[in-house]
């Protein structure tokens, strides 16, 4: 079984991974004045719906849609005004966060361009 054979959900080490990776995310969010007042007080179920959404994405169990349904990431991020400013803090703490990470650089490239997409795909205003 190759590379390409295998999601990038195991390729990278499982749920254990997303869980990290978004703790290492979210340190940048709670210091962050712009985008902190996007997020509820208490941040701990957003940490998990996200790394449960990002391990689904990537090739890991459905834990994300069972629990929330479909991901409607569009309709899910309406309420909030999603500025060019925003988006680029957001990308800013998430490819920190993807820098803290341990993996191989062609699984860190393949993650940093679905992200990236996704800002962009989120912006609103």
């Not at 210091?31 to 449960?52: C, F, I, Q, S, T």
């Amino acid at each position: 079984m190759g590379r390409e054979d295998t999601p990038l959900f195991e390729r990278v080490g499982g749920e254990g991974f997303f869980a990290t990776l978004v703790e290492h995310f979210y340190v940048g969010v709670e210091a962050d004045e712009l985008l902190r007042p996007m997020y509820p007080e208490d941040l701990e179920p957003g940490k998990v719906h996200l790394a449960n959404f990002l391990a689904q994405y990537w090739g890991g169990p459905a834990t994300y849609e069972a629990t929330r349904g479909h991901p409607r990431l569009r309709m899910r991020h309406a309420p909030y005004v999603i500025t060019k400013r925003a988006r680029d803090a957001w990308l800013e703490h998430m490819n920190n966060a993807v820098g803290q990470m341990e993996m191989d650089e062609a699984d860190r490239s393949e993650l940093l361009a679905y992200l990236d997409a996704a800002a962009h795909q989120l912006r609103n205003r």
